[in-house]
């Protein structure tokens, strides 16, 4: 089945820098990558998510790249600001099979 | 409703007890998923529904932990004999395709004393 290692588990930045949270996969099948966030005592929510026929997609400031032959995909987010503390989990899923979930990455912004 | 449901939304119980979490995905959702997270900790997968296919149960951590899906709508998941380590938020989401976007609930939270 497919394992997602996601990397780091914590990450601390500056408010108005930028932070990058890298995931790997192992099904070479995989063709959806979406990424969930999870704010404190909250439900995870699909922020932003790629499919394997693009290699890079933004939303204003985040974006998502991802190299197939290397199988690896990351979350770029920019001018971090407070309300980006949360929790961001990448996941990775083939057609027909369940969506495997990364173990997380607390990102903390600080003032 | 609009979203995701899950009932009770907290649950405390004594060890040896047996529970029913519930989920209630958006209508019409074929996957149905059950997650576990622990206070702090990551996704746990516990078991996939996907239409009418069997479900995938490879996240069921023993035999305690059962899972079942009604009429492709509604789940309840099974906790006999509870543990003090099963003490967790149990998360069901759901999605309208295989590759479509996973709505969650908001969790059942399970105190095990």
């Known amino acids: 089945g497919e394992n997602v290692e996601q990397h780091p588990s914590t990450l601390s930045v500056q408010e108005g820098d930028s932070a990058v949270i890298k995931c790997t996969y192992s099904?070479?099948?995989?063709?959806?990558f979406p990424w969930y966030k999870q704010e404190l005592g909250k439900r995870p929510q699909l922020i932003i998510d790629i499919r394997s026929n693009v290699g890079e997609k933004k939303d204003q400031r985040i974006a998502v790249t991802l190299n197939k032959t290397a199988k690896h995909f990351s979350l770029h987010i920019t001018e971090t600001q407070p309300e980006d503390s949360a929790v961001y989990f990448c996941a990775a899923r083939s057609t027909a099979s369940k969506l495997t979930f990364g173990t997380g990455t607390r990102l903390q912004v600080t003032l | 409703g609009a979203g995701v449901s899950q009932s009770p939304s907290n649950k405390v119980t004594e060890k040896g007890k047996d529970v029913e979490l519930r989920c209630d995905p958006i209508?019409?959702?074929?996957?149905l998923y059950w997650y576990r997270q622990s206070l702090g900790q990551g996704l746990e997968f516990l078991i996939y529904f996907q239409g009418n296919s069997a479900p995938d149960k490879s996240g069921l951590p023993s035999d305690r932990f059962s899972a079942e899906r009604t009429g492709g709508s509604v789940s309840t998941l099974t906790i006999q004999r509870t543990q003090q380590e099963d003490s967790a938020v149990y998360l069901c989401?759901?999605?309208?395709?295989?590759?479509?976007?996973?709505?969650f609930g908001e969790g059942s939270r399970l105190t095990v004393l």
């Open positions: 989401a759901s999605s309208l395709e295989n590759t479509g976007e996973l709505f």
């Open positions: 209508s019409g959702h074929t996957a």
């Open positions: 099904d070479s099948a995989s063709n959806y």
